[in-house]
């Protein structure tokens, strides 16, 4: 629900190409989709900032749980904020 309420508040039909290039563009023959950003974070009216917390706890508490785990060479993951 909240990425449906970001997405209404902020969210853009996403392109194909490239900006550097000067072919981004929205075709929808290739892809038909829009997108919303989480991170950096929507302004808080936007969406449930409830919600959002609890997406940032899940990807934390996933985090730790990778970095516990017996795996190799698994690199310190960041911290995930919004």
Same mark, same amino acid.
């Given at each position: =629900?909240? =990425?449906? #309420?970001?997405? =209404? %508040?902020?969210?853009?039909?996403? #392109? ?12 929808? %023959?290739?892809?038909?989709? $829009? ?16 919600? $959002? %917390?609890? !997406? ?5 508490? !996933? $985090? ?6 017996? !795996?190799? =060479? !698994? ?8």
């Amino acid at each position: =629900a909240d =990425a449906v #309420a970001v997405g =209404a %508040d902020c969210g853009f039909e996403s #392109a194909v190409g490239s900006v550097n290039f000067g072919t981004a563009r929205v075709d929808t %023959d290739v892809r038909r989709s $829009r997108q919303c950003s989480i991170y950096p974070p929507p302004r808080n009216a936007a969406g449930s900032v409830t919600e $959002r %917390d609890g !997406l940032v706890s899940a990807v934390n508490g !996933l $985090r730790r749980e990778l970095e516990a785990a017996a !795996l190799p =060479a !698994l690199p310190r993951l960041a911290p995930f904020e919004t």
